[in-house]
């Protein structure tokens, strides 16, 4: 299904919707709705790309993808019948779920460079980004749908019934897939516990 159709077809808006009213005024010429759909929205969609990938450089490309696919859909975009939200969440996570599965030959977690020794808390900011490395790697290693679901869940925080809208499935495929993609998350990091701080518990 196109981005287009899935902005059509996503779910009933809230009674008010800002970001949707101004990505129709975008649509209908207002060039400070852009501006403001921008200061709005992409800080979100990076955060998302961020905590997905572990990786800015990465993130920023993907938060850029996102808003030119919502400057594409949003002359068919039906104010009342869809919302902007659940539709960026839905878009980021699928672009992130790509990249995850292509990148099978992720970096080594002993190449991610070291913080300049006089960073404070170097070491700790070290395994941040070691568990954040590794988090993602194991994500890529999943069914797409079981990492959108996951994700969405443990990074974003979502509630099932938000995911099931973003996902576009039911609750219950929504628990299934996330307690399905959390137990090969486990097994995945398994014997990597002590490597990356975590105790036994």
């Given at each position: 299904?196109?981005?287009?159709?899935?902005?059509?077809?996503?779910?009933?808006?809230?009674?008010?919707?800002?970001?949707?009213?101004?990505?129709?005024?975008?649509?209908?010429?207002?060039?400070?709705?852009?501006?403001?759909?921008?200061?709005?929205?992409?800080?979100?969609?990076?955060?998302?790309?961020?905590?997905?990938?572990?990786?800015?450089?990465?993130?920023?490309?993907?938060?850029?993808?996102?808003?030119?696919?919502?400057?594409?859909?949003?002359?068919?975009?039906?104010?009342?019948?869809?919302?902007?939200?659940?539709?960026?969440?839905?878009?980021?996570?699928n672009l992130c779920t790509d990249r995850l599965r292509k990148r099978r030959r992720s970096v080594a977690i002993e190449d991610v460079p070291e913080p300049p020794d006089s960073a404070p808390s170097a070491g700790d900011r070290m395994q941040g980004e070691a568990r954040l490395h590794a988090l993602s790697e194991a994500l890529g290693q999943l069914p797409e749908r079981q990492a959108q679901a996951v994700a969405l869940r443990h990074l974003e925080g979502l509630s099932n019934p938000e995911i099931a809208m973003v996902m576009e499935v039911g609750v219950e495929a929504v628990e299934s897939l996330t307690a399905r993609g959390k137990r090969a998350l486990a097994a995945l990091l398994k014997g990597r516990k002590a490597e990356l701080g975590y105790g036994d518990d």
């Open positions: 299904m196109t981005d287009k159709l899935r902005a059509m077809d996503a779910e009933p808006s809230p009674p008010h919707d800002p970001d949707g009213a101004l990505l129709v005024a975008y649509a209908n010429g207002d060039a400070g709705a852009a501006r403001e759909l921008v200061a709005r929205l992409a800080p979100r969609v990076l955060g998302q790309a961020m905590r997905m990938l572990g990786d800015r450089a990465e993130a920023e490309d993907v938060t850029q993808e996102v808003l030119l696919r919502l400057w594409r859909v949003a002359p068919d975009w039906r104010q009342g019948e869809a919302r902007v939200g659940t539709w960026l969440f839905r878009v980021t996570a």
